[in-house]
């Protein structure tokens, strides 16, 4: 006789719904306490976060939370649920590389303790609801996670004049390099940005789920209204967070070319550019002008009104200061050679 129990499944065949059933071989008769794991579907997670700012200010309280969503067709009373973070590998289904929930049976203790407790496992995350929580089928349920108030926010504001024309598609890079007209559509729109440090001196600092987060603002009558949503990634430890909320009503952005040159003997082309920025706000604002070297990977910069930042290869940015009710203007010429 075998030391330990041996398990024989049954054929699922001989079933007409989904059926698990196992025959128990032991040499010891009587009741005997076992454990399996199995993947299964029909379960999803996902992270949701609420960022509360006052009336006045940049400085957000933030409280995420884990919904559990049980499709499995099983009930699962009194579980000790543990939520696997990262992009899990699968090869089927697709949908669960996103995200996976990992539910082990057993009882556990009642503790006073957070909600969720979180730590490093393999090369993800691993979130462990501290009390037993029953997951019925056809349930969503949501569980605290993170809170943190006063969270420090930077607010910017982006230009980036560049609009992608569909007449553009299927240009190679000769066409880029010497059509006088790419990159001559106009984007008016100024980007709102929201971005914070994921640390401890802003009263978080655990890794952060990839979630949705909305963002609201308290109005003079102590409503909180909506302002904005974004989708934010894995953020481990001491990195930072950008959002975007949408785009200023009071900013305008203006981008036109004002020259080009076109030297194919020499292998050069210059090109220029006048960008504004108008402010109808009733504050000075700054302005992160974002400009591409498009058309080759050789460039300089062969004259410019205002000092700029190489952010990349192929990206410089402007930081003009716009003064209340008015305007900044930036001109520049970049040199291409090949």
């Known amino acids: 006789m075998p030391d330990k129990p041996i398990f024989d499944a049954l054929d699922p065949k001989a079933f007409l719904k989904p059926t698990l059933l196992w025959r128990l071989r032991t ?5 005997h306490e076992c454990e399996f794991s199995y993947l299964t579907g029909g379960m999803r997670w996902e992270a949701t976060y609420n960022a509360v700012a006052p009336e006045k200010g940049d400085r957000f309280d933030i409280i995420g939370w884990v919904t559990l969503e049980n499709m499995s067709g099983k009930d699962f009373e009194n579980a000790s649920v543990k939520l696997m973070d990262g992009d899990v590998a699968r090869a089927k289904p697709e949908e669960l590389a996103s995200g996976r929930m990992d539910y082990s049976l057993s009882l556990a203790r009642e503790a006073s303790a957070p909600a969720v407790t979180e730590r490093a496992f393999e090369e993800y995350h691993l979130y462990t609801l501290t009390r037993p929580t029953s997951v019925l089928d056809r349930e969503i349920k949501q569980v605290e996670f993170v809170r943190a108030a006063n969270v420090p926010t930077q607010r910017l504001y982006v230009y980036d004049g560049f609009k992608a024309d569909p007449r553009y598609r299927g240009w190679d890079y000769r066409s880029i390099r010497e059509r006088p007209d790419y990159g001559t559509v106009s984007n008016p729109k100024v980007w709102v940005m929201l971005e914070f440090q ?16 909305k963002i609201y603002r308290r109005d003079g009558d102590g409503r909180n209204e909506f302002i904005g949503e974004d989708r934010m990634d894995h953020t481990p430890k001491d990195e930072t967070v950008r959002l975007y909320t949408g785009n200023a009503f009071d900013i305008v952005g203006e981008r036109r070319q004002t020259n080009f040159k076109l030297d194919i003997s020499r292998k050069t082309a210059e090109e220029s550019f006048e960008i504004k920025v108008r402010n109808h ?10 400009e591409h070297m498009y058309r080759w990977i050789q460039w300089e910069i062969a004259g410019q009104t205002m000092e700029h930042l190489k952010t990349d290869a192929r990206t410089i940015e402007f930081r003009p200061k716009v003064p209340a009710d008015g305007q900044a203007i930036i001109n520049y010429t970049v040199r291409y050679t090949w």
């Open 281 to 290: 706000k009733k504050e000075e604002i700054e302005v992160r002008v974002v």
């Open 27 to 31: 040499d010891k008769a009587g009741t």
């Open 198 to 213: 994921n640390a401890e001196k802003s009263g978080l600092g655990m890794p952060l789920p990839k979630g949705t987060v």
